[in-house]
């Protein structure tokens, strides 16, 4: 069941509406990317809304250097929703570069705030529809400093409060194309026009970014990326 849906928020991203008819252009992929988002760090303050980024530049809030239209759908409980993404973006080589959000409000300090890069290169199908996976993204205790953080940098009190300044995510990739594009179909009437391609992303690199790469001595040394890999649905 959908419980509510809204747009993707970010300073080049715009509404995309998929309630209707539409046509794509030979140069456009629209991309489906489905991850359940869950804050198991005490007090677990559940991340309520989440977006994601696909650009090659991978600088925030960009798709291969225009604007984004993309829209969400949640599916399931708040403290462990299903968050159906779908994306236009530019046909050919392209990445998922970052995971941001923030949590529900807390009763004081408003909302923690959530920023953690990726590398998931791939190549969107000119034309079509296309299917990128499932996402089963957990945030959890950093086991050591050289880790990922979830929260933003400089770990502000909302991040401590809400347990995202001492957590890193820990990501499962899946193909579980069976289940979820049913779940599109439902939340995006428009969708059940069109054939989706499934060709869901082989791994993910959780891979820290330099926002500012010109400022890149003011950073500390980054972490060591970690590799997830692609694990085949068991319920098919």
């Avoid at 991040?159 to 499962?172: E, P, S, V």
């Avoid at 428009?190 to 500012?212: F, M, N, R, W």
Wanted: one cysteine or more.
């Amino acid at each position: 069941m959908v419980l509510s849906a809204w747009a993707l928020v970010g300073c080049a991203t715009q509404e995309l509406s998929l309630n209707s008819p539409f046509a794509l252009n030979a140069d456009e992929t629209l991309v489906l990317v489905a991850a359940r988002l869950r804050n198991t760090r005490e007090p677990r303050y559940p991340i309520g809304h989440l977006t994601v980024t696909f650009d090659r530049s991978r600088l925030m809030f960009t798709t291969s250097g225009s604007g984004t239209e993309a829209a969400t759908a949640t599916v399931g409980p708040a403290d462990s929703q299903t968050f159906l993404i779908a994306a236009k973006v530019k046909a050919g080589k392209n990445e998922m570069t970052w995971l941001s959000g923030r949590t529900d409000r807390t009763p004081a300090l408003g909302f923690g705030l959530m920023l953690f890069g990726v590398s998931a290169p791939f190549t969107a199908m000119p034309g079509k529809v296309q299917y990128l996976g499932f996402l089963d993204i957990e945030n959890v205790d950093r086991k050591n400093e050289s880790q990922q953080s979830t929260a933003t940098a400089g770990q502000l009190v909302d991040q401590i409060i809400t347990g995202l300044a001492k957590g890193t995510l820990a990501i499962r990739l899946s193909d579980e194309s069976q289940r979820d594009i049913a779940r599109f179909r439902h939340a995006f009437p428009a969708l059940v026009g069109h054939d989706i391609q499934v060709a869901p992303l082989q791994q993910i690199t959780l891979e820290p970014h330099v926002i500012k790469p010109a400022h890149r001595q003011t950073f500390e040394p980054l972490p060591e990326p970690e590799i997830v890999v692609l694990e085949r649905a068991a319920t098919r």
